[in-house]
């Protein structure tokens, strides 16, 4: 058995021990198996507002609490928390201003490339505002949280061809964005 399908079965488990017998102690431990990647999903729909995005998980998990006899075990546990979490992040945007919801960040020409791994990370975060604001968000969800391309969109309510077009357009992007990386790790490779 593999470390996520026990992950599975253990969400399972205290899933079922809340809705039995209303254990809150098992929802605690929900909270503290998943609150680490709903945040850092957050933050990166926020951009890094670490308090924003602190206050939409808190707003998650007390909806999931809220509608856990909802959740029918037809997606992961923490898929459906994920979709919750987007849901939430979407309707506080919409609150927040309608106008000033600009996510696609800065566009100006990134800096050149440098080469240690800090750098990297920089470039790389500087490459992702580059892209489209959803290519950011389904990226985010299936590359950086590792979601399949069926688990994104249902967390997005997205067509699941709509994620693949999304996922594909927006790597072949930033490999464009990081050629200078990719060149500068095939000299490496030569020396």
Same mark, same amino acid.
């Given at each position: 058995?593999t470390?996520?399908s026990?992950?599975?079965?253990v969400?399972q488990?205290?899933?079922?021990?809340?809705?039995l017998?209303?254990? /809150?102690?098992?929802?605690?431990q929900?909270v503290?198996?998943?609150?680490g990647m709903?945040?850092?999903?957050?933050?990166?729909?926020v951009?890094?507002?670490h308090?924003?995005?602190?206050?939409?998980a808190?707003?998650?998990?007390?909806?999931?609490w809220?509608?856990?006899h909802?959740?029918?075990?037809e997606? /992961?546990?923490s898929t459906w928390?994920?979709?919750i979490?987007?849901?939430?992040?979407?309707?506080?945007?919409?609150r /927040?201003?309608p106008t000033t919801?600009?996510?696609?960040?800065?566009?100006?020409?990134p800096?050149p490339?440098?080469?240690?791994?800090v750098?990297?990370?920089?470039?790389?975060?500087?490459?992702?505002?580059r892209l489209?604001?959803?290519e950011q968000?389904?990226?985010?969800h299936?590359v950086q949280?590792g979601l399949?391309?069926?688990?994104?969109?249902?967390?997005?309510g997205?067509?699941?061809?709509?994620?693949k077009s999304h996922?594909?357009?927006?790597?072949?992007k930033?490999?464009?964005l990081?050629?200078?990386?990719q060149?500068?790790s095939?000299?490496?490779?030569?020396k």
């Open positions: 058995m470390d996520q026990a992950g599975v079965l969400d488990a205290l899933v079922t021990r809340v809705l017998a209303g254990d /809150r102690r098992a929802f605690e929900l503290r198996r998943h609150q709903v945040r850092a999903q957050l933050r990166r729909l951009n890094g507002d308090g924003w995005a602190d206050d939409l808190q707003e998650t998990f007390l909806l999931a809220r509608k856990l909802q959740f029918r075990g997606a /992961r546990f928390l994920y979709r979490a987007y849901s939430c992040f979407l309707q506080a945007r919409r /927040r201003s919801g600009d996510m696609d960040g800065d566009a100006s020409v800096e490339v440098r080469r240690d791994a750098d990297m990370r920089l470039d790389i975060d500087r490459a992702m505002r489209s604001a959803i968000i389904v990226l985010g299936v949280l399949s391309h069926d688990e994104a969109a249902y967390v997005l997205m067509p699941l061809g709509t994620v996922t594909n357009r927006g790597k072949a930033l490999r464009a990081l050629a200078d990386w060149a500068a095939q000299e490496e490779q030569g």
